[in-house]
């Protein structure tokens, strides 16, 4: 997916249609040497939270998000995830 990172928001291109994201939090792991970047359409799940998602931006193969399918990577985001929940608190 082809992506616009301004200072708060994240436009990505769907199908030749713009969506506009808020940025949430970006970090980056010198184990995957990729950056991650979690961003939300302020919209609320079923469950009652607020959805966020959480893209991958690896500089050395394109400048496109990737999705996340690695287990690996997923429990760092989970981690992470978890730790920003925790200092929210």
Same mark, same amino acid.
């Given at each position: 997916?082809?992506?616009? *990172?301004?200072?708060?928001? *994240? =436009? /990505? #291109?769907?199908? !030749?249609?713009?969506?506009?994201?808020?940025? *949430? &939090?970006? &970090?980056?792991?010198?184990?995957?040497? =990729?950056?991650? /970047? !979690?961003?939300?359409? %302020? =919209?609320?799940?079923? +469950? !009652?939270?607020? +959805? /966020?998602?959480?893209?991958?931006?690896?500089? &050395?193969?394109? #400048?496109?998000?990737?999705? /996340?399918?690695?287990?690996?990577?997923?429990?760092?985001?989970? %981690? &992470?995830?978890?730790? *920003?929940?925790?200092?929210?608190?």
């Amino acid at each position: 997916m082809e992506y616009q *990172l301004e200072e708060e928001t *994240l =436009k /990505i #291109n769907v199908d !030749g249609v713009d969506k506009e994201y808020k940025l *949430l &939090f970006t &970090f980056d792991s010198e184990d995957t040497m =990729k950056t991650y /970047i !979690g961003y939300t359409d %302020d =919209k609320v799940a079923p +469950n !009652g939270r607020k +959805n /966020i998602y959480v893209s991958a931006i690896s500089p &050395f193969k394109s #400048n496109n998000l990737e999705n /996340i399918t690695d287990e690996k990577e997923l429990e760092m985001v989970r %981690d &992470f995830l978890e730790y *920003l929940d925790k200092e929210a608190r």
